[in-house]
């Protein structure tokens, strides 16, 4: 899968080096390239922000230095998809992640900084490539950054070989629509607290009953809204 990210901090994106994204990288499951914006402006200044038209506080990232960066960047075939990290988009959630690994090969996150990006850039691209405005949760971030990188973790860790066990994928929060259940190591005693019983007893079937009335119950206790009578 081929990742390109336009900033006008690509500092930001250092940490894409370090652990599993890291190694996928090298091993070339990955390739990711992180493009500063300001290298598509013209001005003296590289100016990237204007005021807003109509008023208010904070400034727009003007467009065409967005147009002249997604014009290099984007497929001429229109296969890629362009990923706009806000806090007024899709709700990101797991199935999102799957089909973004899964049906696309070619990801472009756009990171806005201040009130956002002018509107008509969104309208441009959309003739070229898909656009998909996507929201990490209801709370404000000073820019797309921090967003893009947890959802290109998210979605990295679904291209087949970047997690080593792909086991290990499956019985995890959101996979089956159900919080995960607690996990325990060794030892069986540690500082008076034990595991629960049924762990140490060896019975599949059991263990298996046990975790996922555990599921259920914390699902159930912290979020409610993903089960199905909610
Ligand atoms: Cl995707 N971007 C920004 N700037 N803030 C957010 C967000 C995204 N998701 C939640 N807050």
Redesign the pocket.
């Known amino acids: 899968m081929r990742i390109d990210i336009v900033t006008i901090f690509p500092e930001f994106f250092s940490v894409l080096d370090v652990s599993l994204l890291g190694k996928a990288r090298v091993d070339g499951l990955l390739d990711v390239h992180v493009h500063d914006l300001r290298h598509w402006t013209t001005d003296r200044h590289r100016t990237v922000d204007d005021t807003p038209y109509g008023g208010g506080a904070g400034m727009v990232m003007k467009p065409e230095p967005w147009a002249q960066a997604l014009s290099s960047i984007l497929r001429e075939d229109g296969s890629s998809t362009l990923v706009?990290?806000?806090?007024a988009?899709t709700p990101?959630r797991q199935p999102i992640a799957r089909s973004l690994a899964a049906e696309h090969d070619h990801l472009v996150f756009a990171c806005?900084?201040y009130e956002?990006i002018d509107a008509r850039v969104f309208a441009w691209a959309a003739s070229r490539c898909s656009v998909v405005?996507?929201?990490?949760?209801?709370?404000?971030?000073?820019?797309?950054?921090?967003?893009?990188m947890?959802?290109i973790e998210a979605v990295g860790r679904l291209v087949p070989g970047v997690v080593g066990n792909p086991e290990s994928l499956v019985e995890e929060s959101h996979e089956d629509g159900l919080l995960e259940y607690p996990s325990y190591t060794k030892p069986a005693v540690w500082r008076d607290l034990e595991v629960p019983d049924v762990l140490l007893s060896g019975h599949h079937a059991r263990v298996a009953a046990w975790r996922h009335e555990q599921q259920v119950e914390r699902t159930r206790r912290v979020r409610p809204d993903l089960l199905p009578d909610a």
Do not use: K
């Open positions: 706009v990290p806000t806090p988009g990101f806005g900084r956002g405005e996507l929201s990490l949760g209801d709370y404000v971030l000073n820019g797309g950054e921090v967003a893009a947890a959802m």
